[in-house]
């Protein structure tokens, strides 16, 4: 599905370099579950938006379904990215001006894709997810734990082959977090390709591998 | 408290710098703005208000209508003040005008210098006008011939200091006895003089009712109401201009003249309202124009209008930031009126700092806006007392003007609502603030199509087909002191290589003379067959040099002797005469001693062309041939005109030794006729801009505000896939929505003032509807170029670090 070689990241402090991620080699194979661990700020995020080609690698290669993401210009990234890969946010990200229905429209407007089709996937979704009856309330109305329902509806939307969450269930209550990692649990078997980011070892092992962070580094 | 008011008012400008000269830049542009305009509109306004008898004097003004074309005059007939003092015992003096002469050769050592503002005047002059002597006795200085007063300048002009009194002047040839030197006469006086002569000196007819060749000043006695004492000019036009031209004409009284279609209409009006709503034949000089008045002060007051938008529309913008603050202060205790009190401060010392700035702003600008308003106006006349304590008041009022709104909006913020963040959506969206984003956008395309369909009117009257050719014609004045050596001069010009034609007359398309004459289609005068018409002197070459266009008949030769006798006229007259072919028929005039119909045979008819402004219609014109010389006008074909010209000089001082030369081209001269128009033009584009910037600087701080409030949805938004193209709509379609309303104002209201505007001319153009599209496109052009520069920087931010800043 994807794997990157010899990426880095840094961030210029100071005039000098601080390296956030330093020399990541890792590959994901289609169908894999994979939990991302590590402390706070060892660079967790940092690693998902990369893969998710939300920011570049400072140094590296990444090849994404057999394509050199790194040397594909912006356009054509954006296209792969809208195409194959759902994003989960830690922090939601909900637009607080759409409703909820609008929200997880939203990506597929920037699909072009038609009206009407658009009404039955989002219609389908929200059925799956069980939240009809919110489906006209605004985000700020609405609880951490549906906001972020939300955010994950949305994600799949477009029916992507990769899911990236960072921390889904960092805001919810245990009870609600068992539920979003049975539906990542039924969305892999599906086959979905997820990869997650957890603090929660209960959470991580729903995953079939764990790669540990530390430092910007991967621990074997 | 004060104090406490004023350090968090500093802290916050300075906290939020962007937003800070945003405001002070477009509040300073507005007020230095208003401040000169203010300055100009006190001037205009204070014409001949220095006379201490003001309220009492009045001109005499008459509106004739002979025979089709009405004329409306500044002047009237010579015994006209004189017989109403005699009559009324409500006159209490008059004072008569002559200037038809027109300038003066004025000798200086062994030199002549051509002056201009020169006068002849009754001596009671000063008696009704406040023209204060610095040496000589003014009650007496004209009551004999052959003396002159003249102006401080112009005795130190002339003999190097200002007591003249008893120095001789030769002018035109005639010695002047100097009687006295009075002060300059002030700037905002409708008439300018620096000689004036006695009114003995001044060859003319006198004792005619029925020429009207004098600017007459009535000076009332207290108490009477002008509006009144006017209805008695139908009895004194029956008592005595009837009586007069019953001795030629066949008419008994005014009701019988204007039952035939004519008037004689005589006025009165106030002296002080003669530089703003007078446009007559015959003014003292150019005077103002009351609508540039309302023009320039709306314009004024749009201009800071706009200003004071752009500080409520980003006071309120911010508001959302400054929500945390007022929900702070508002839980600690603190009352409304306590939060009015800080927002206002906050925009009093805003407008307080932009004021300052904009004085220096004014006073650098101040030499542009005089050569655009055509003033001369002074730093100065900021000190004045009218203006001095508004100048000061105005940052408060400003300050109170644009603070008020934002602050009320402010300080009703909910404290709860405020620290649970529910406002930003709210602020996001103020429709006061689209609204007043609208007004500043129509008051821009309004603008902008104005300037469009001023200068489309000034090209139209450049492109018109005059109906003669104006251009490379050069024109020389004063041939008249050649004499007789007129013809020769003429002849010894042609002689120049360069020179394809010539012609000696007076009397062109351009200003210059102008002569009208009473002539009538029957050998008798009376009120149904008469008619008013311009009567020129030409010469045989005069349609060739001008390219006039023939469409019956010939012109004027020298092959046929009997030609004196004979008129060419042009088609407006033609068609008086009657229709079809008018070659042959007779038309009479009655200038001989006895009033015996005198009979002249049309040769020819040219084809009509714009010998007034274009904003007259072509009235009637005959031409005679004869010899009035008193200018010379030359069809060149050369390169270099400004050789020729020194050969025509040269030519010039060999048979005119001393005499000034004077020179203009008929193109430029036509040019000047319109610099009222242009000024119009120049004034509209100037403000235009400037209302453009002002506007655009708010759009531009609105924009930044939004962009920095969607950051987070934008990151959202590229993160779900939306490209920096959609992004950049996104941003911007809500601004160009507000254009395009602003347009739907703009437009109708555009096309109803310019249309009034071209009324004034008798030849328009149309307003098409390109002028709309143009303002239209131009203005969303510019709204997208301002906000867009926000836009693209926030489409291609990094989502990732606009989501991690939340
Ligand atoms: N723009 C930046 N400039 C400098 N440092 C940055 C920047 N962005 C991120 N960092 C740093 O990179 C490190 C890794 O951040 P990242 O968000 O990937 O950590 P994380 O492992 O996801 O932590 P958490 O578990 O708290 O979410 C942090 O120490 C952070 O301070
Ligand atoms: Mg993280």
Redesign the pocket.
């Known amino acids: 599905m994807l794997e990157l070689k010899h990426i880095s990241k840094w961030?210029n402090?100071g005039g000098k370099p601080?390296f956030?991620l330093k020399d990541i080699n890792l590959s994901i194979q289609p169908g894999e579950f994979v939990s991302i661990m590590?402390?706070?700020?060892?660079?967790?995020?940092?690693?998902?938006?990369i893969m998710g080609m939300l920011d570049d690698a400072s140094e590296g290669e990444y090849y994404f379904m057999e394509q050199a993401v790194h040397t594909l210009k912006e356009k054509q990234r954006s296209h792969l990215y809208k195409q194959h890969i759902g994003f989960v946010f830690?922090a939601y990200h909900l637009i607080d001006e759409l409703t909820v229905y609008e929200n997880i429209e939203t990506p597929l407007i920037y699909q072009n894709i038609k009206s009407s089709e658009r009404k039955a996937l989002v219609a389908d979704i929200l059925d799956r997810f069980n939240i009809v009856g919110k489906k006209d309330l605004f985000p700020t109305q609405l609880s951490g734990g549906q906001q972020q329902l939300v955010g994950i509806a949305r994600a799949l939307i477009a029916k992507p082959q990769l899911l990236l969450a960072?921390?889904p269930t960092g805001n919810l209550n245990s009870k609600q977090g068992e539920e979003i990692m049975e539906l990542f649990k039924q969305l892999n078997d599906d086959g979905v390709t997820i990869v997650q980011?957890t603090?929660s070892e209960k959470n991580a092992a729903y995953g079939s591998r764990i790669i540990n962070?530390l430092d910007?580094r991967i621990e074997q | 408290m004060i104090q406490n008011f004023l350090k968090v008012a500093w802290r916050n400008l300075i906290k939020n710098r962007t937003f800070s000269i945003i405001n002070i830049t477009g509040l300073a542009a507005g007020l230095a703005c208003f401040i000169l305009i203010a300055l100009y509109v006190i001037d205009e306004l204070s014409y001949d208000r220095f006379n201490e008898k003001a309220d009492r004097i009045f001109r005499i003004n008459a509106d004739i209508r002979f025979g089709g074309a009405d004329l409306k005059l500044a002047t009237t007939s010579d015994p006209m003040g004189p017989t109403l003092k005699k009559d009324y015992p409500q006159v209490e003096e008059f004072v008569r005008f002559y200037t038809a002469s027109g300038s003066k050769q004025v000798k200086k050592g062994d030199q002549y210098i051509v002056e201009a503002d020169v006068m002849h005047a009754d001596s009671t002059l000063f008696n009704v006008f406040t023209l204060p002597a610095l040496h000589g006795d003014t009650r007496t200085a004209l009551n004999e011939p052959n003396t002159v007063v003249i102006t401080a300048s112009t005795a130190k002009k002339y003999f190097a200091t200002t007591d003249a009194v008893g120095k001789i002047i030769e002018a035109d040839g005639t010695p002047y006895k100097v009687t006295a030197v009075i002060r300059d006469i002030p700037r905002n006086s409708h008439f300018k003089a620096d000689f004036i002569f006695s009114m003995d000196n001044v060859h003319y007819d006198w004792g005619s009712y029925l020429s009207h060749n004098l600017q007459t000043y009535l000076l009332l006695k207290p108490g009477t109401d002008w509006k009144e004492f006017q209805k008695n000019f139908r009895q004194f036009i029956d008592k005595y201009v009837v009586a007069q031209a019953r001795q030629f004409m066949d008419i008994s009284n005014l009701d019988e003249f204007e039952r035939a279609g004519n008037k004689l209409e005589y006025s009165l009006m106030p002296l002080t309202d003669i530089h703003l709503h007078s446009d007559r034949l015959s003014e003292m000089g150019v005077n103002g124009n009351i609508q540039y008045v309302y023009v320039f002060s709306a314009v004024a007051l749009i201009v800071l209008l706009i200003a004071c938008v752009n500080f409520m529309n980003l006071s309120t913008a911010r508001s959302a930031n400054r929500a945390r603050e007022v929900g702070i202060r508002k839980v600690l205790g603190t009352a409304r009126d306590s939060l009015i009190k800080q927002f206002l401060v906050e925009s009093i010392v805003t407008s307080f700092i932009a004021s300052i700035i904009a004085v220096g702003i004014a006073i650098l600008l101040l030499p542009y806006f005089n050569s655009l308003a055509n003033k001369d106006l002074t730093v100065g006349g900021l000190l004045d007392m009218r203006i001095l304590p508004f100048l000061v008041l105005l940052p408060v009022i400003v300050g109170v003007m644009a603070g008020s709104y934002p602050a009320l909006y402010l300080s009703s913020f909910k404290p709860i609502a405020v620290l649970k963040g529910k406002l930003s959506t709210g602020a996001k969206k103020s429709t006061v603030r689209n609204a007043l984003v609208v007004f500043q956008f129509a008051t821009c395309i309004f603008l902008v199509i104005g300037t469009i369909v001023v200068y489309n009117q000034l090209r139209y009257i450049q492109s018109k087909k005059l109906g003669f050719n104006k251009d490379q014609v050069l024109i020389i004045d004063d041939v008249g002191e050649l004499g007789n050596n007129a013809a020769a001069f003429k002849n010894e010009i042609l002689k120049l290589s360069g020179v394809s034609s010539g012609t000696l007359s007076p009397f062109l398309p351009v200003p210059s003379w102008r002569n009208d004459n009473t002539m009538s289609r029957e050998p008798v005068l009376d009120p149904k067959s008469g008619m008013n018409m311009q009567t020129w002197t030409v010469d045989a070459d005069y349609a060739q040099t001008l390219g006039l266009e023939l469409v019956q008949g010939r012109f004027f030769s020298k092959d046929f002797p009997t030609d004196s006798a004979a008129v060419v006229i042009n088609e407006t007259t033609a068609a008086w005469v009657g229709s079809g072919n008018v070659i042959g028929k007779k038309i009479y005039n009655f200038e001989s001693q006895d009033n015996t119909p005198i009979p002249l045979t049309i040769i020819g008819v040219v084809k009509n062309f714009h010998y007034e402004s274009l904003k007259q219609q072509i009235g009637p014109l005959m031409m005679r041939l004869g010899k009035v010389t008193g200018m010379a006008s030359f069809k060149v074909n050369t390169s270099n005109i400004q050789s020729l010209v020194k050969e025509v000089e040269k030519k010039w001082t060999a048979m005119a030794p001393g005499r000034p030369f004077r020179y203009r081209f008929m193109d430029e001269s036509f040019n000047n006729m319109y610099n009222n128009e242009q000024r119009v033009g120049k004034i509209a584009f100037t403000f235009a801009v400037l209302a453009i910037i002002i506007a655009c600087l708010g759009l531009f701080g609105l924009a930044t505000y939004m962009a920095e409030q969607r950051t987070k949805e934008i990151g959202i938004r590229k993160v779900l896939g939306a490209s920096v193209q959609g992004i950049v709509q996104l941003l911007s379609i809500d601004f160009l929505k507000l254009v395009a309303i602003s347009f739907v104002f703009a437009a109708p209201a555009a096309w109803y003032f310019m249309k009034r505007w071209l009324q004034d001319f008798a030849y328009r153009i149309n307003i098409s509807w390109w002028v709309f599209a143009v303002a239209g496109v131009l203005a969303i052009v510019i709204a997208l170029v301002t906000v867009s520069y926000q836009a693209i920087k926030a489409a291609l931010a990094n989502p990732v670090?606009s989501l991690?800043t939340e």
């Open positions: 961030y402090v601080t956030i590590g402390p706070s700020g060892s660079g967790k995020s940092t690693l998902l938006h830690q960072d921390e980011v603090h962070l910007g | 670090q991690r």
